[in-house]
């Protein structure tokens, strides 16, 4: 089974302020993993995705994270804070297609993390 | 290229009423998720589908809830004789293919169902 823990359910900092949200994940294989941001009332909006390639993965908006294996880790990080990213952000984990097991597709999703940027 | 729709974005329900919520995938996406958010909760799988076959349907409540995605015309998730505990946000997600690099979820706006 996989589950996703997001470490902060409110995160807030000043404008032009490193952003970091973090995601540890637990997976019997490898992962792809994903970050989501939800502004309020609206869907989900992809901002980067790890399907096992470079573990730096940049983004939409300026966003970066980057798998550590080691630390079953997939941090999110933007180094200026814009007021434009306050959001929810949600770290999400899936089965990759050649893992043999079921949960391919099924996207586990972390609890959230509210960003708040103050000016 | 429009996204995901859903429709309605709001529903309102009685207890014992049927909710029917519609998702309309990306054009060209045969792939079709359905996820719940509780309030205070992260999102939950429902089921996933493809054209007229439910793949996985391990988040589906046993009783009262269905989904269908038929071979012409949206997904509809259909939840019968409603309870307050359904009140959530339910969000629908597409995607092209079930293969590497083409497998990427886009998501609808949601359905916020209220039941009082």
Known sequence: ??????????????????????CNYSSSVPPYLFWYVQYPNQGLQLLLKYTSAATLVKGINGFE????????????TK??????????????????????????GKLTFGQGTILTVHP | NAGVMQNPRHLVRRRGQEARLRCSPMKGHSHVYWYRQLPEE??????????????????????????????????????????RGDSA??????????ALGTDTQYFGPGTRLTVL
């Open chain 2, 89 to 98: 946000a339910y969000f629908c997600a597409s995607s092209l293919a079930r």
């Open chain 2, 42 to 83: 992260g999102l939950k799988f429902m089921v996933y589908l493809q054209k007229e076959n439910i793949i996985d349907e391990s988040g589906m409540p046993k009783e009262r809830f269905s989904a269908e995605f038929p071979k012409e015309g949206p997904s509809i998730l259909r939840i019968q004789q409603v309870v």
């Open chain 1, 65 to 76: 994270a980057e798998f550590k294996k080691s630390e079953t880790s997939f941090h999110l």
């Open chain 1, 79 to 104: 180094p200026s804070a814009h007021m434009s990213d306050a959001a929810e952000y949600f770290c999400a984990v899936t089965e990759p297609p050649n893992a043999g097991g079921t949960s391919y």
């Open chain 1, 1 to 22: 089974a996989q589950s996703v823990t997001q470490l902060g359910s409110h995160v807030s900092v000043s404008e032009g302020a490193l952003v970091l949200l973090r």
